[in-house]
């Protein structure tokens, strides 16, 4: 059960917010889910008659960057989001109690709402020698996070090390380590990739499931749709340059002070789904390529393997060929298309000789039917002639038909003549 006995805007307006910032934000939540603006009301009705939902956040193998980019989000504050949004029960980070308490804390939250509280979980899975290598309270993390998804209303996974491993899965890492998915392959989720999670994308997602009671549409690993269904080349302020052929070269070069594009200095935005350019990070300011560099494509699966070596245009390996790049099929294609040049060229020069020596052939053989001497003058030929009857004819007293050959031209009156140049 959630608890209902504390409205959602009336905590919000205790905490301070005035209505116009309150409504202003659900305005802005709505944009972030790509939601038509006359929505905006819904949104807000919905999230003011929102009861607080606990949430429990974990974090396992973990930098500390999702929880970072939490507490460091405005509008609404993080203080706001952690006492008024959500009840933050349990999160290692900004809990007083610690040790043993902690775990009670956590455990308290799951008896006392079961299938009422909302897990959020931050960092990576260890599954190798038995989950060893991330422990808390003596117990394994992998445990804890089947244990809790598994009685939690919702979870989400927030971060690219909680939604497949991210960087504790690259190769070699010896811990196994995995995201959520995973772990509890049957938990009704949603996976929020990024290095680090992009903090309007969670609001937007809770904000999602108060009005609309689920989870947003995803796609088949979990990514919601509105912030993960275009791709970051297609958003970028910096497309116009990539298709006038403007890139940067160098690091620190003109075309870099310029302001051109990074896809020559390694950038990923092309192979990356993501609403950075238009969600930014850092209250809206900025993000990598605005800052100057290129997208490492940390929402993509497999990244960081996948997306390595960041400053190298193209060099993962494809989905379909593990050992050939792009640059390799591109070369590939153009060698193609000029050694078939080269071949029609030379088959239609073949075909062109062909033509003329059958021709030249058939001259003879007329002339010894009696058809055309070579030597008769323009004109000569206005009489009807018979042509032999084809060797392969099936009928050989078959009467052959005359026929007509052209007569010569006949002279042009120079006063008949339609040329209108002519007058
Ligand atoms: S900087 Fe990256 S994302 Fe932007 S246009 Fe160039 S290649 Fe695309």
Redesign the pocket.
Known sequence: MIRLDDGLYAAILRRGMSRRSFIKFCAAMTAVLALPATYAPRVAAAVAAAPRIPVIWLRGQDCGGDSAAFLGASNPTAAELVLDLLSVDYDEMIMAPSGAAAERSRMDTQEKYPNGYIAVVEGGIPTADDGVYCTVGGRAFRDIVREVCDGALATIAVGSCASDGGSPAAAGGPTGAVGVPQVVPNALMVSLPGCPVNVKNLTATIIHYLTFNQLPVTDSRHRPLFAYGGL??NQ?E??AH?EFGEFVLSWGDEASQKGW???KMG?K??ETSANCPTARYADGTSWP?KAGH??VGCTMPGFWDAMSPFYRRLPSPLPFSPTVSADQIGQALVGGVAGLTVVHATASYVRQRRIGAEERREVPVAVADGALPPSAPPGAATEPVERPVPADSSDPTAATEPIELPGPAEPVDPADSSDPEAD
């Open positions: 970051i080349h970028c910096r497309r990539f594009c990074l896809y950038c935005g092309p390529v290129g997208c």
